[in-house]
């Protein structure tokens, strides 16, 4: 019976997504900004904490290898992937700069950067957007239900109306996961 429930709400949550036409056009603005992006030789960047820095990486993974069909690769990165400069960073400086800090050194204008947070106010992800706007990309946030902070700090906002975070996380992924889709198809169509 437990189990039943949890499947419920997660099944729960996906209707409300599917009858968000305001969610779903954000989703449609966010891929457009990224196939824009990649077609002028851009990158789109992710960064999240715990099971959100694992949603990053899966789907940077998606654009930069495959989703459905062989094509060419995207460049697309998780930007904690790099362990010792994660430490590094976080020993020298904070942990509130890991991001923000190779922001500022990948991150060029034009590109994307994509945070993560069921919250919307993980301090380093927030900084991240923060010096991504300053260097003129495009900044995309995947929040739970309010947004958090990121609310007002990105050009896209995709909240997942939801307050409990493993249901937020499911909604991440099937929002990432379209989002991947339609980036590919628009810029590989099938003839």
Excluded at 11 to 32: G, M, N, T, V, Y
Excluded at 97 to 115: C, P, Q, W
Excluded at 123 to 146: L, Q, Y
Aim: charged share 20%; net charge negative; proline share 3%.
């Amino acid at each position: 019976m437990r189990m039943q429930k949890i499947i419920k709400a997660s099944i729960d949550l996906k209707q409300l997504i599917l009858k968000d036409l305001s969610l779903q056009q954000q989703l449609e603005e966010a891929i457009s900004l990224c196939v824009i992006c990649l077609k002028n030789d851009g990158k789109v960047l992710f960064c999240g904490n715990g099971g959100s820095a694992a949603d990053a990486q899966h789907l940077a993974a998606e654009l930069s290898g495959r989703y459905y069909y062989d094509r060419p690769p995207l460049y697309a990165e998780a930007l904690h992937v790099n362990t010792s400069y994660l430490t590094a960073v976080a020993n020298d400086y904070d942990f509130e700069t890991v991001y923000s800090r190779m922001v500022e050194a990948a991150g060029r204008k034009g590109d994307i950067l994509i945070g993560l947070s069921t919250s919307g106010n993980s301090a380093n992800v927030v900084k991240a957007i923060e010096k991504a706007n300053e260097i003129g990309m495009k900044t995309i946030a995947f929040t739970g239900e309010t947004g958090g902070k990121m609310r007002e700090l990105v050009h896209v906002l995709l909240n997942v109306p939801s307050t409990d975070t493993p249901r937020i996380q499911e909604g991440h992924i099937l929002l990432g996961h379209i989002l991947c889709q339609l980036i590919e198809e628009q810029l590989f169509p099938k003839s």
